[in-house]
């Protein structure tokens, strides 16, 4: 299992995580609106495992499934921080992008490629998806 520490822009929001799950980047017209970019990449977390200083607001969005999305921000700087899955209970979307070592993940995977942008793209990330994997159950 791998701890990984993050926070805010301001600072005012800190966290560490142990993870041993995958690193998703997602093209979907919700995370990219969010992230202010072309994807957004996630480390998928425990909720559990999570250990966060500091207070953070939160939007609720909702996916294509209709159940909610919690996109948990700092309320002072802005500063995506994780998105509550309600299709994936207790599992957390950490954004990689506050990570304090970003480079101590990569994606596995790229989701919602159907609506990804054409002048951005992960040629590491090998698994491609138009939409959602499909599920193992």
């Known amino acids: 299992m791998t701890t990984l520490s993050g926070g805010c822009l301001c600072g005012a929001v800190r966290y ?3 993870t041993s799950m995958e690193v998703i980047a997602c093209h979907c017209t919700h995370c990219r609106r969010q992230s202010g970019s072309a994807f957004s990449v996630n480390v998928l977390v425990a ?24 996109r948990n921000f700092c309320p002072t700087c802005g500063s995506p921080i994780y ?6 209970p207790g599992v957390l979307a950490l954004k990689a992008g506050t990570l ?13 490629c ?3 942008v054409d002048w951005a793209g992960l040629e590491g990330a ?5 939409r959602n994997p499909p599920t193992g159950g």
């Not at 909720?47 to 919690?70: I, K, M, P, Q």
């Not at 998105?83 to 994936?88: N, P, V, W």
């Not at 304090?100 to 919602?112: H, K, L, M, T």
């Not at 090998?126 to 138009?130: D, G, L, V």
């Open 16 to 18: 560490t995580a142990k």
């Open 47 to 70: 909720e559990a495992e999570l250990a966060l200083t500091g207070v953070l607001h939160a939007f609720r969005d909702r996916g294509d499934s209709g159940a909610a999305v919690d």
């Open 83 to 88: 998105s509550a899955l309600a299709a994936m």
């Open 100 to 112: 304090d070592e970003p480079n101590r993940v990569s994606p596995a995977a790229q989701i919602y």
């Open 114 to 116: 159907d609506s990804a």
């Open 126 to 130: 090998s698994a491609r998806f138009p």
